[in-house]
């Protein structure tokens, strides 16, 4: 199993960016699906999680702003980021917990994806 993240970049504040990460293999089914992110010098903390049925998470820094999103169809989550702030430079991290073909559970990391906000 693999997870391809996509979308980051450098953007104003104020502005917005959507992330994207694609899971691919041997997959069943997948439970959550979660972004994560880390800031230099800082511990990786949760960002947003969102169940396969059922009402996403999100951290207090980003509730308002960030909006995460799913197509269990192409086994992709999506992070919506609108009025980015400079504390929201970091590298994001999607994760997933994934049932595979051998009926393992167990969470998988994609390799993350630059995020600066800065003008």
């Known amino acids: 199993v693999q997870l391809q993240a996509s979308g980051g970049g450098l953007v104003q504040p104020g502005g917005s960016l959507r992330l994207s990460c694609a899971a691919s293999g041997s997959i069943v089914s997948i439970n959550y699906m979660s972004w994560y992110r880390q800031a230099p010098g800082e511990h990786r903390g949760l960002v947003a999680k969102?169940?396969?049925?059922?009402?996403?998470v999100y951290a207090g820094s980003v509730k308002g702003r960030f909006t995460i999103s799913r197509d269990n169809a192409k086994n992709t989550v999506y992070l919506q980021m609108n009025s980015l702030k400079p504390d929201d430079t970091a590298v994001y991290y999607c994760?997933?917990?994934?049932?595979?073909?051998?009926?393992?559970?167990?969470?998988?990391w994609g390799q993350g994806t630059q995020v600066t906000v800065s003008s």
């Open positions: 994760n997933a917990e994934v049932r595979d073909i051998y009926y393992t559970t167990r969470a998988y």
């Open positions: 969102i169940p396969s049925g059922g009402s996403a």
